[in-house]
């Protein structure tokens, strides 16, 4: 399966692993280790400079590092049954596959959860030729979750527990109460957290945002719990901002616990540029 996005996975904390050796790659980006110098061109940051080279020759150069490598990439990834709505779950495959294509492409292990209110899938990390296979067909047989509700704090012991460290991605629409997270995670409190998380919120181009929708009563029903609701769309514009309120409190909520996130709809044309820019803006803000 080609992957349907080109995903640069950047780490925001150097990573810790049980792997022997050094933990950096073999190509130059943003890193510990140092790679070389070169010549300063327009755009390098002047933070970069290497003014012991300067004084010595009379220009300037820029230090340049080798890119961190060596993670064990966890795709963590919602089968509840909302996310069956509409072509939530496409795009979270489409997303999964594409990030554990990128990390196997350059030798990083790749691992996949499955998860409702439980742990469903397990496919522990691994670098062998057959696990991206492995993981394409998980995603394609993933089970329809028929539990009531879905829960995001056992998924993420389940981790803790099975592995020393990672970097892990989320991906749902995290229609879920997030209150337990907090405690649960080191991130938000650590310089060197073990579990580095990172969210994509995907959601419907409903749940995002009602529009061009005519006057009436809408009846919606959770696909969870059942319970339906009647939605007067004469108060549309006032649904919306609701909308964007529960929006803003699920990215406060996982930033309280440290995981930094993208709004994804459905529809976006720059998904793959949101995803990336997720990455970059982290690593932007290494410490």
């Given at each position: 399966?080609?992957?349907?996005?080109?995903?640069?996975?950047?780490?925001?904390?150097?990573?810790?692993?049980?792997?022997?050796?050094?933990?950096?790659?073999?190509?130059?980006?943003?890193?510990?280790?140092?790679?070389?110098?070169?010549?300063?061109?327009?755009?390098?940051?002047?933070?970069?400079?290497?003014?012991k080279?300067?004084a010595?020759?009379?220009?300037?150069?820029?230090?340049?590092f080798?890119?961190?490598?060596?993670?064990?990439l966890?795709?963590?990834?919602?089968?509840?049954?909302?996310?069956?709505?509409?072509?939530?779950?496409?795009?979270?495959?489409?997303?999964?596959?594409?990030?554990?294509?990128?990390?196997?492409?350059?030798?990083n292990?790749?691992?996949?959860?499955?998860?409702?209110?439980?742990?469903?899938?397990?496919?522990?990390?691994?670098a062998?030729?057959?696990?991206?296979h492995?993981?394409?067909?998980?995603?394609?047989?993933?089970?329809?979750?028929?539990?009531?509700?879905?829960?995001?704090?056992p998924?993420?012991?389940?981790?803790?527990?099975?592995?020393?460290?990672?970097?892990g991605?989320?991906?749902?629409?995290?229609h879920?109460?997030?209150?337990?997270?907090?405690?649960?995670?080191?991130a938000?409190?650590?310089?060197?957290?073990?579990?580095?998380?990172?969210?994509l919120?995907v959601?419907?181009?409903?749940?995002?945002?009602?529009?061009?929708?005519?006057?009436?009563?809408?009846?919606?029903?959770?696909?969870?719990?059942?319970?339906?609701?009647?939605?007067?769309?004469?108060?549309?514009?006032?649904?919306?901002?609701?909308?964007k309120?529960?929006?803003?409190?699920?990215?406060?909520?996982?930033?309280?616990?440290?995981?930094?996130?993208a709004?994804?709809?459905?529809?976006?044309?720059?998904?793959?540029?949101?995803?990336?820019?997720?990455?970059?803006?982290?690593?932007?803000?290494?410490?």
């Amino acid at each position: 399966m080609k992957p349907p996005y080109r995903f640069n996975i950047q780490l925001k904390h150097p990573p810790r692993n049980d792997m022997a050796g050094d933990w950096a790659g073999h190509d130059k980006g943003t890193g510990y280790e140092f790679w070389g110098l070169r010549k300063f061109l327009p755009g390098d940051s002047w933070s970069r400079i290497d003014w012991k080279a300067r004084a010595r020759s009379g220009e300037l150069y820029v230090r340049e590092f080798l890119k961190d490598s060596a993670y064990n990439l966890l795709l963590i990834c919602d089968v509840s049954s909302s996310m069956h709505f509409g072509d939530k779950f496409a795009v979270a495959r489409d997303l999964a596959v594409s990030l554990a294509h990128a990390a196997l492409r350059s030798n990083n292990p790749c691992g996949l959860l499955l998860f409702a209110d439980k742990v469903l899938v397990w496919i522990p990390p691994s670098a062998a030729p057959r696990q991206f296979h492995r993981i394409v067909t998980a995603l394609e047989q993933a089970p329809v979750a028929r539990s009531r509700q879905t829960r995001l704090a056992p998924a993420l012991e389940f981790i803790m527990k099975r592995l020393s460290s990672c970097l892990g991605v989320i991906i749902s629409d995290f229609h879920t109460d997030l209150a337990d997270l907090r405690g649960l995670m080191d991130a938000a409190d650590s310089r060197l957290p073990a579990h580095e998380l990172v969210a994509l919120h995907v959601l419907e181009e409903s749940e995002y945002c009602l529009t061009d929708i005519e006057n009436g009563l809408l009846t919606l029903r959770d696909m969870e719990s059942g319970r339906q609701i009647a939605l007067d769309l004469s108060r549309q514009q006032e649904f919306n901002t609701l909308l964007k309120r529960a929006r803003e409190r699920t990215v406060r909520s996982l930033a309280g616990a440290g995981i930094d996130s993208a709004v994804l709809p459905v529809g976006a044309k720059d998904i793959q540029t949101r995803v990336n820019t997720l990455f970059a803006r982290r690593l932007a803000a290494r410490v």
